[in-house]
């Protein structure tokens, strides 16, 4: 087993949460390091692309999040080894990041009016459009889970996603928009959570 | 070997090119549905998401570019089988996602003046800064190849996407950006143009 360090920001959700996940259920040794918001600014232009997560893997760096989740799901077991299963797995990781790099662009808009009407004009359009098609995707699955009958990394992703929808923390994304659009990702989320070693995660 | 169907534009780029590339050099046979713009409107809403590339295999579609990608470069043995070398893979297809999202909103921009301050913008920002970070990170795999140390389809995304960029087509984003600030990345497209079989699927 390779020496494992992944670097993201310390909390519970975010591009990096899907991988620290998968090596915990996976009972993969890592080094979980946690950048303080503060310590951000210094360390960003010394990654690969000016983002994190990065994962070292016995000192080599690999940067963007769903390359990391494809290479601890693999050792996790939380990988589809089926090329077709896998390329399912990676659709809807893709599909997730789609959207939430609009959704991470508004973070950098300080005017409240346009901090409203442009989140505003992404739930009325693309994230409402993104939610209702991954639902209609989960449901030709069999509904339970995106790829291989089983919880994969793209389980994982889809479920930190949602939850921060519905958790109401982000301004003027109201937290009835994935019950209202895409119910079935409201149960596949609370399946996710209700996960023994997702649970005995965040426990 | 799965029946398979790609689904994409009717031009020489783009996001379903590396995808034709890798089935033609594997000598995988598929059908290449190459859908003219005027019927492009209509086709939209039936695919997964409102967007191709779509793979179908055996009838069943696959979306999402870089899972497709993935899906054809295993078929073809472009795609590496270790993970480590797979997940540097998965980090160039991811990186040219990255930046190409941005440079395909502007598509939709109609004001002349606009669409010139929105590339300008990027070209001195997100566009240079993705380039001279890509080309740092070929020189640190050996400037030769991206995961590997041979072809993988990492280098033919790649390879459409900078030859798209020093063709001049794209208007305000000027010819001799690549040269001028990722040199590495003009010898790596000179390279993978240059590779028998991708001369040949040109021929």
Redesign the interface.
């Known amino acids: 087993m390779?020496t494992l360090k992944l670097t993201y920001f310390d909390m519970h959700g975010g591009r990096g949460e899907a991988a620290r996940l998968a090596l915990f259920i996976g009972g993969i040794p890592f080094e979980d390091r946690r950048v303080p918001f503060g310590e951000w600014g210094a360390m960003k232009p010394q990654t690969?692309?000016?983002a994190i997560p990065i994962?070292e893997?016995d000192g080599?760096v690999?940067?963007?999040s769903?390359?990391?989740n494809?290479?601890v799901g693999?050792?996790a077991g939380l990988y589809p080894t089926d090329?077709?299963q896998?390329?399912?797995c990676?659709?809807a990781m893709?599909?997730v990041e789609?959207i939430a790099?609009p959704i991470v662009a508004t973070f950098g808009i300080s005017d409240p009016a346009e901090l409203k009407s442009t989140r505003e004009a992404l739930v009325d359009g693309p994230l409402s459009?993104?939610l209702d098609?991954l639902a209609?995707?989960l449901a030709k699955r069999g509904g339970q889970y995106f790829a291989d009958g089983r919880l994969t990394v793209a389980d994982l992703k889809v479920f930190v996603w949602i939850r921060h929808l519905r958790s109401g923390n982000l301004d003027h994304v109201p937290a009835d928009l994935v019950p209202r659009v895409a119910p079935l990702l409201v149960e596949h989320c609370d399946r996710v959570r209700d996960h023994v070693q997702v649970r005995a995660y965040y426990q």
């Open positions: 390779p690969p692309y000016g994962l893997v080599e690999i940067a963007h769903n390359g990391i494809r290479f693999k050792l090329p077709l896998a390329a399912l990676d659709e893709g599909v789609d790099v459009f993104y098609r209609k995707r």
